[in-house]
Nanobody, 123 residues
Framework: QVQLVESGGGLVQAGDSLRLSCAAS??????????MAWFRQAPGKEREFVGG????????DYADSVKGRFTISRDNAKNTVVLQMNSLKPEDTAVYYC??????????????WGQGTQVTVSS
């Protein structure tokens, strides 16, 4: 079991940066046993993959829409994963979710989800 809590969302202007954090509490398995990812969902749209990081941070994957602007990192000693978002655009406005999966890094099914944090980018 994994419990995930996101923080760091807010209202910013286009071009600004924002740093989202996800704190994980695990039972039965260590945090490093999980691939982690960020997803987002804008109003009226389906939830979409933003980026992911493998269990020991050996690999990352990003959606084309955020590549070069967003960076994912993790600290397995602190059970945290961070999404650094730079050069934000109004189209980045969404609720951002942290997710975990015991499988390898992928854009597909994740088993555990946080409650989400709102990011709003004004033009």
């Amino acid at each position: 079991q994994v419990q995930l809590v996101e923080s760091g969302g807010g209202l910013v202007q286009a071009g600004d940066s924002l740093r989202l954090s996800c704190a994980a509490s695990t039972s039965g398995r260590t945090f490093s046993s999980y691939s982690m990812a960020w997803f987002r969902q804008a109003p009226g749209k389906e939830r979409e993959f933003v980026g992911g990081i493998s269990k020991i941070a050996a690999a990352t994957d990003y959606a084309d829409s955020v590549k070069g602007r967003f960076t994912i990192s993790r600290d397995n000693a602190k059970n945290t994963v961070v999404l650094q978002m730079n050069s934000l655009k109004p189209e980045d406005t969404a609720v951002y979710y942290c997710a975990a999966a015991p499988s390898g890094l992928a854009r597909g099914k994740y088993d555990y989800w946080g409650q989400g944090t709102q990011v709003t980018v004004s033009s």
